[in-house]
């Protein structure tokens, strides 16, 4: 009986480290918060920070969007950025305008021009 309960155990135990363990998308290896069914890398809705969120069933990062479609880098009317959080545990998209100050929408941050650091491509109408 004793011997049943030590191997019943150690199964649990390893499920329990195969459910804690993952490779984050840069790579590097994370732990997924199983208290919390939402994860959001960047903490809350920050179109100034590039992040991504995560549940059991679903993963996708803050990102520009030109007219709807997913792009690099835009700016202007049309241009959005999807900022992805967690509402009362679950997955929520926030698609915006970059504020006047920062206008530029570039891998998923709202920048302003002064902080471009590589070739800003622009899409216009």
């Known amino acids: 009986m004793k011997l049943e309960y030590a191997f019943l155990s150690v199964v649990v135990i390893a499920i329990a480290g195969l459910v804690l363990t ?25 179109e100034f920070v590039q992040g991504y969120i995560q549940t059991a069933t679903f993963f996708d990062d803050d990102h520009c969007e030109f007219e709807g479609e997913r792009i690099d880098s835009c700016r202007g009317r049309y241009c959005r950025i999807a900022e992805y ?33 590589e070739t800003f491509f622009e899409y216009r109408r």
Do not use: H
């Open 22 to 46: 993952w490779i984050a998308p840069g790579g590097t290896a994370g732990v997924v918060n199983i208290v919390k069914p939402c994860f959001d890398s960047d903490g809350e809705n920050d």
């Open 85 to 117: 959080s967690c509402v009362v545990g679950r997955p929520s998209v926030v698609k915006k305008p970059c504020p006047t100050y920062a206008p530029l929408c570039q891998k998923g941050t709202c920048v302003s021009p002064a902080d471009i650091k």
